[in-house]
């Protein structure tokens, strides 16, 4: 109860209220979990309460005790593991908490010890994906870590193993939204793919390679605005989405030979529709 008190005082942003909380949880946990030591299921318990208070003391810039909460969970997870290696949940698990981890270090510029959590939970990931190619959770979880790891690669300076970290990122939220093309969280996790690619090429100044993938997250942000008029973040990314690829259609419109006027270049990059007009090169 004290866990589900906890994640409604974060969502209302309740952030002081929510980490008590889930102390609370924690220290319950704990209690447990010394008392009978060898209950897996309560370990995953105490680990899931360790990452509830990691997140939270991530969201209040509290960087080095997230660090330590997550630190925390890791420990319980690689225990968990170890006890039982053909557990593909705890593997599962093991890879979300070090892309979690990632995530705070690189928060902290700790920009090599992020590079290495998050390359290993590609590790972990991959073969769980290839065992049950069917499973839309651990894709996605997959799709998040090559995600983490190409903005990681991308404030390193590393922009073409960035771009091709985020065009895994993209192939697996197209096959998710083909899986299920009426869930709205896949809808939006391929446009956020899409606006991060775009970006870049934006970046590097490559416009008519930029173009495309923008037009289409554009595209889907509009028709999500319109089915959940309600949903504010929706609307407002939509409205980001519109306004930079105005800025990116204004990049590849030239002076006509006969001046005066402007005209747009034909993109030069393939459809969007395609994961690998994402590659670099």
């Known amino acids: 109860m004290h866990g589900r008190i906890g994640s409604l005082f974060q969502a209302q942003g309740a952030l002081a209220e929510a980490e008590a909380a889930f102390g609370k949880t924690l220290d319950a946990f704990r209690r447990l979990t010394e008392q009978e030591p060898t209950n897996a299921g309560w370990q995953r ?4 309460a360790h990452s509830g208070v990691g997140d939270v003391l991530q969201t209040q810039g509290k960087l080095t005790e997230a660090e330590e909460a997550f630190g925390e969970t890791l420990g319980v997870l690689h225990r968990l593991a170890g006890q039982d290696p053909a557990n593909a949940g705890w593997r599962r698990d093991l890879a979300v ?27 972990i990931n ?13 894709q996605r979880e997959l799709a998040v870590a090559y995600s983490r790891l190409g903005s990681l690669l991308e404030a390193q ?80 990314e939509r409205d980001k989405v519109e ?36 590659a670099p090169g």
């Open 45 to 48: 318990d105490l680990a899931v």
């Open 97 to 123: 908490a070090h892309t979690r981890l990632g995530s705070v270090l690189q928060a902290q510029g700790k920009l090599a010890e992020a590079q290495a959590a998050f390359t290993e939970s590609l590790r």
């Open 126 to 138: 991959l073969p769980l994906t290839a065992q049950d190619p069917t499973n839309a959770g651990w």
């Open 157 to 236: 300076g590393r922009q073409d193993e960035a771009l091709a970290a985020f065009a895994e990122d993209l192939r697996i939220s197209r096959r998710l939204v083909v899986q299920d093309p009426t869930s709205a969280n896949w809808q939006w996790d391929l446009a956020v793919t899409l606006r991060k690619i775009a970006r870049l090429h934006f970046n590097a100044e490559r416009y008519d390679l930029a173009l495309s993938p923008y037009e289409e997250a554009a595209r889907i942000l509009r028709e999500l605005a319109q089915k959940a008029p309600g949903f504010v973040n929706w609307a407002k």
């Open 243 to 278: 306004s930079e690829l105005e800025t990116c259609r204004s990049k590849i419109r030239t002076p006509t030979d006969s001046g005066g006027g402007t005209h747009e270049r034909a993109p030069g990059a393939p459809s969007a529709d395609k994961p690998s007009s994402s």
